[in-house]
């Protein structure tokens, strides 16, 4: 039996893939974790065979996270499911030890093929994925002022560049408003970025958002 535990906290997305994976797999154990907490006790206390894990789950990033899995169980296969586009998390979670990365728009089957690939030891990254890839693997790859940021500041940039308030970040990340406000000052330092709109025009012309 292949168990396979699913991370998100919306009931309706975990049901969703519960269902989709019941369908899909002849013989399959479905967990459900509707938090940072609960995925890292279910993690610990059984055996999976893979791990699907969203970016965004409160009050922690689905990258931290991620990375706590992998230290748990450096072999579990760890597929990321987020609404978040390709050119602004794939290539860190790639590098965090996830195992694919998709996004939540694209087809179940293509679910269920990706799941197929991680469960045999393989990686799973889409055609425009590998030659974001290829170009980061470049001896002479320009390193851009936004992969100096560490995770959570990479996302507070990219909230931040979507039009959000440092109290609606707060809000969503389960921060306060002055830790996140501490996370923006150290943004435009690492990126030389003055100014909110300065920001938001470098995240648009670099595909961070759309």
Same mark, same amino acid.
């Given at each position: 039996m292949t168990g396979i535990? &699913?991370?998100?906290?919306?009931?309706?997305?975990r049901q969703g893939l519960r269902q989709i994976l019941e369908t899909e797999f002849d013989a399959v154990k479905v967990g459900e974790a509707e938090n940072a907490w609960r995925a890292l006790e279910l993690?610990?206390?059984?055996?999976?065979?893979?791990?699907i894990l969203d970016i965004t789950i409160p009050p922690r990033s689905g990258l931290d996270i991620l990375k706590e899995i992998k230290n748990e169980r450096p072999k579990l296969p760890v597929l990321i499911l987020s609404i978040h586009?390709?050119?602004?998390?794939?290539?860190?979670?790639?590098?965090?030890?996830?195992?694919?990365?998709?996004?939540?728009e694209s087809a179940p089957r293509e679910l269920v093929s990706?799941?197929?690939? &991680?469960?045999?030891?393989?990686?799973?990254v889409s055609a425009t994925l590998a030659e974001k890839l290829a170009d980061h693997?470049?001896?002479?790859?320009?390193?851009?002022?936004?992969?100096?940021?560490?995770?959570?500041?990479?996302?507070?940039l990219c909230l931040i560049a979507s039009g959000k308030s440092i109290a609606g970040i707060a809000a969503e990340l389960c921060l306060s408003a002055k830790t996140i406000a501490t996370f923006r000052a150290r943004i435009l330092e690492k990126t030389g970025i003055k100014s909110n709109a300065e920001l938001i025009r470098y995240a &648009?012309?670099?595909?961070?958002v759309e």
């Open positions: 535990l &699913i991370v998100d906290d919306h009931p309706v997305v993690v610990r206390a059984q055996e999976w065979d893979a791990v586009p390709e050119n602004q998390y794939a290539v860190r979670a790639l590098r965090a030890g996830a195992s694919g990365y998709m996004t939540k990706a799941l197929k690939l &991680i469960l045999k030891g393989r990686k799973y693997l470049g001896s002479d790859a320009e390193v851009q002022p936004h992969e100096k940021l560490s995770d959570r500041e990479f996302q507070v &648009i012309k670099r595909g961070l």
